[in-house]
């Protein structure tokens, strides 16, 4: 019985993300994975990140998304290649709009290319 025990053991690790958070607004924090930073050409990247939506002037989390994002350093543009691991089949880059947390993603991402 020892024996049968004993070779059936599984380790199982968890999968550690390194969160770090990027920036707030009233309506939610934005973080990225640092661990998970892929130099895909020249200047394109591909990063995870998470945004918590919050309760307005709350504590409160409404909800919580990853998104899996390539991000041209160089032009200043992105795309969501997957929103809570379903993948988005056609992608086009976009501007930031002057959205302060996607371009503090960018910013924080692309210091390290």
Do not use: P
């Amino acid at each position: 019985i020892l024996i049968i025990f004993s070779t059936n053991i599984t380790i199982v690790n968890a999968i550690n993300k390194n969160w770090i958070e990027v920036s707030r607004s009233v309506d939610g924090i934005q973080y990225w994975d640092s661990d998970s930073l892929i130099k895909r050409k020249k200047g394109v990247i591909e990063i995870s990140t998470k945004y918590l939506k919050m309760e307005h002037k709350s504590t409160v989390v409404l909800e919580e998304n990853i998104y899996t994002m390539e991000i041209n350093c160089l032009a200043k543009k992105y795309k969501d290649i997957s929103v809570n691991g379903n993948n988005i089949l056609i992608t086009k880059w976009e501007d930031t709009n002057g959205d302060k947390l996607i371009n503090d993603v960018i910013t924080e991402s692309c210091k390290n290319v």
